[in-house]
């Protein structure tokens, strides 16, 4: 019996250890299935290649397995070697099981990094906002991804959601030293200019509704306060978004991973809380 088929037989299991539901999984499996069928085909079809179609070693793991084990490695941020003891491989073989299906997964939610599509009639205000995840410390560059707010070595990205906290689209990674004013400037977001856009106090001059900022030696007045507190209530969707996606400890924890797959791997995070949330 395969670790899937052991693993739906406790639906509350399968969620808390894949971030997903049984149906979910079940939805995004015949796609990858396709997906996969056309990758491996060109890959083992390919230029100069000197074995013969099905030479060579195979997986053991059948695919709903890989991806199972995928979805365990973002949810769980455990090592290699453990994912190799459940599944019964050796760990060295852990990153060839599941690293070839990250970028079909996002192939398959397809978030977009800079061109915003809108083609839903009923968005009408998108909210936006930062945020920053903790890496080792780089052997080069370290002042550039260094977060004075943070005090730590971090990698960030900007979160575009809608009202109902749908990801519209996620921003490529930014050095941690950078600020969201500018780095939101420097992702030039393609966005309808009829579409309300919503930020925080770091988002001030970029035309964003944004909190009122209180002068120096001067306090806010009633008003002030109320509408700053009305706009927090609505804004909160974009921060109760980011929490879900680090539900996921690949987002919370340290990233061990190399910082080239930080943007696969997040853009995924936001596929996968699209397909449980949106």
């Known amino acids: 019996m395969t670790k899937i088929e052991q693993l739906k037989k406790r639906p509350k299991i399968f969620r808390r250890l894949t971030g997903l539901t049984i149906e979910k999984y079940d939805e995004i499996y015949p796609k990858l299935e396709e997906l996969y069928a056309e990758f491996n085909s060109k890959r083992l079809d390919r230029k100069g290649r ?6 060579g ?3 053991r793991l059948c695919l709903e397995d890989r991806l199972l084990m ?3 490695y973002y949810r769980l941020y455990v090592p290699h070697i453990f994912l190799g003891f ?5 760990d060295s073989n852990v990153g060839r099981n599941i690293n070839p299906l990250q970028p079909l997964l996002a192939k398959i939610f397809t978030i977009p990094e800079r061109k915003i599509d809108l083609s839903e009639n009923e968005i009408l205000e998108l909210f936006i ?30 979160v575009i959601v809608t009202k109902t906290g749908t990801i519209k689209g996620v921003g490529k990674s930014s050095y941690g030293k950078t600020h969201d004013k500018k780095d939101y400037e420097n992702k030039k977001f393609v966005i309808d ?20 900022k209180k002068k120096k030696g001067k306090k806010l007045t009633k008003e002030e306060k109320l509408y ?35 943007n696969l791997i997040f853009k995924n995070i936001a596929g996968i809380h699209n397909l449980m949330f949106a």
């Open 193 to 212: 200019p009829k579409v309300k856009r919503t930020g925080d106090l770091a988002y001030l001059g970029t035309g964003m509704t944004v909190p009122i």
């Open 129 to 158: 906002d930062g945020t920053e995840q903790t890496i080792n410390r780089p052997k080069k560059g370290q002042r550039k991804w260094y977060s004075g707010k943070k005090k730590k070595h971090t990698i960030q990205h900007q």
């Open 228 to 262: 700053n507190r009305q706009l927090a209530s609505v804004r909160v969707v974009v921060e109760h978004t980011i929490g879900k996606m680090k539900i996921f400890r690949i987002l919370s924890e340290r990233f061990r991973n190399p910082l080239k797959d930080h």
């Open 70 to 72: 995928l979805l365990m």
């Open 86 to 90: 459940l599944f019964g491989i050796d």
């Open 50 to 55: 000197k074995r013969r179609i099905g030479g």
């Open 57 to 59: 070693n195979q997986f």
